[in-house]
């Protein structure tokens, strides 16, 4: 066999690889150092590696026949995710990519390869928001959904958000700084504020010649009440109505919901007879004198107080011989009579109390005359109540019959407890004691010395 040394190698002709293109040959497969044709010598066998260099692709992405996007993508690659997501079509979601414009081949994402450059065109979908109007305390009141993105808000919900007797305003932040215009484009959910407020209106009247009246201002669903105050010389005031012809009267419920005017209703004060009612109290405390119409009930109730004296009721005479009475009338000024009995006075008289050592009693206020009775408790230590007398020798006890008729004192008698003795021997009850306890030692005694003789 033969073997040919080469000093130098020939360059090879040019190589092809679809999607590469040939950068050169390398002395290692690392592709470190590259092969010099002209100047590096075959002096043993070798191999050279020949490296291929990926092609790279231009894809751009296009929405609206406007390119929106562009990325590098090698040879056989997938386009990366991260380029794709990162792409945002205002105002749309995107649906997929395609191939062409007509948006009928789609491009696979995870398995397409990347072999020439290439566009890819947007499918996509309009984004759809809400608005959501909501009050100060956070609490939807109505929602306006499917708005199309750039859109305005269609007008509908004016209709619920609207609030009889309110006037709202919308703004778009809590601080309530921002209005929000009902043509301003929905992109993106949106919220709005609605705060309400409360309507005022003027309520007027129309007084009929009586004292005229200054408008009020109220607000919606208040009251318009009753007690607005007109007067009119010679008219007696009949009330408020809602129309100039008293048909619908202002009641306690009446309610204002729009500027309005309430008309007064007068009746004519015919003439009427006056006579006047004094008093003579008899000197009892005064009495003003009262007008009345003639022809009215004068009544009996008229207060007048004197001292030491009861108010016996009043008379048509001086001689307190006719009782005025609940169906007495007045025909012309007249004067009716204070009539009197005289209190007698009631004499009083102290009884106090001498309970000799025992617990103290207070003294008691009686009426003279009166019956003291026996039920005063007071105890001495030692000794046995015997009850009360009228002297301090108690001769004399304090009886249920026993009346007051001055100041007076009544006194306790005790008897002192003594200790018990036993009959017909003088002993005390300790001496009896102290003799069973010493029998029954000497028992004990006599016991503990039989025991001993009986063991020896």
Request: aromatic share 14%; charged share 20%; glycine share 8%.
């Amino acid at each position: 066999m033969m073997y040919f040394t080469i000093k130098q190698l020939q360059r090879p002709t040019t190589l092809i690889k679809e999607g590469y293109t040939f950068e050169g040959w390398y002395t290692e497969a690392a592709f470190t150092n590259q092969w010099n044709f002209e100047t590096n010598k075959v002096t043993e066998d070798v191999t050279p590696y020949g490296k291929w260099i990926p092609k790279i692709y231009n894809v751009e992405f296009k929405f609206n026949n406007n390119v929106i996007h562009s990325t590098k993508v090698k040879h056989g690659d997938t386009i990366p995710m991260e380029d794709v997501s990162d792409i945002v079509i205002e105002g749309h979601m995107i649906e997929g990519w395609f191939t062409d414009p007509e948006l009928i081949n789609i491009w696979d994402m995870f398995d397409g390869k990347v072999t020439q450059d290439m566009t890819l065109y947007a499918k996509t979908e309009m984004e759809r928001f809400k608005v959501d109007f909501v009050d100060i305390f956070g609490n939807i009141i109505t929602t306006v959904k499917d708005i199309p993105y750039n859109t305005v808000t269609p007008n509908a919900y004016q209709i619920i958000i609207n609030k009889a007797g309110y006037t709202y305003a919308l703004y778009t932040d809590a601080s309530m700084n921002t209005v929000w215009n009902q043509d301003q484009r929905i992109k993106q959910d949106t919220v709005v504020l609605v705060v309400y407020t409360l309507n005022n209106y003027t309520l007027s009247f129309e007084v009929n010649g009586g004292s005229p009246l200054s408008t009020k201002t109220l607000s919606h669903g208040s009251l318009v009440g009753l007690n607005h105050e007109t007067t009119r010389a010679g008219y007696e005031f009949e009330g408020w109505f809602l129309d100039a012809g008293f048909t619908i009267p202002v009641t306690s419920e009446t309610t204002i919901a729009a500027n309005m005017t309430i008309y007064a209703q007068w009746k004519e004060i015919p003439v009427v007879q006056k006579a006047i009612l004094s008093f003579e109290t008899n000197g009892g405390s005064s009495l003003a004198p009262i007008e009345f119409e003639k022809g009215s009930l004068i009544g009996t109730n008229y207060v007048t107080t004197k001292s030491g004296y009861m108010f016996e009721g009043w008379f048509l005479d001086a001689g307190f011989t006719t009782p005025v009475t609940s169906e007495t009338t007045i025909a012309a000024n007249m004067t009716i009579y204070a009539q009197w009995k005289e209190i007698p006075v009631v004499q009083k008289a102290i009884l106090s109390f001498e309970t000799n050592g025992g617990s103290s009693l207070a003294p008691i206020e009686f009426e003279k005359g009166s019956l003291i009775g026996t039920n005063y408790v007071t105890t001495k230590s030692g000794y046995t109540f015997e009850g009360w007398f009228l002297d301090a020798g108690f001769t004399t006890p304090v009886t249920t019959e026993t009346t007051i008729t001055a100041n007076m004192t009544i006194y306790a008698k005790w008897n002192k407890n003594t200790e018990a003795v036993l009959p017909a021997t003088g002993m005390s009850t300790t001496s009896y004691v102290f003799i069973g306890i010493t029998i029954v030692i000497i028992g004990l005694g006599v016991v503990l010395w039989s025991r001993k003789n009986d063991d020896e």
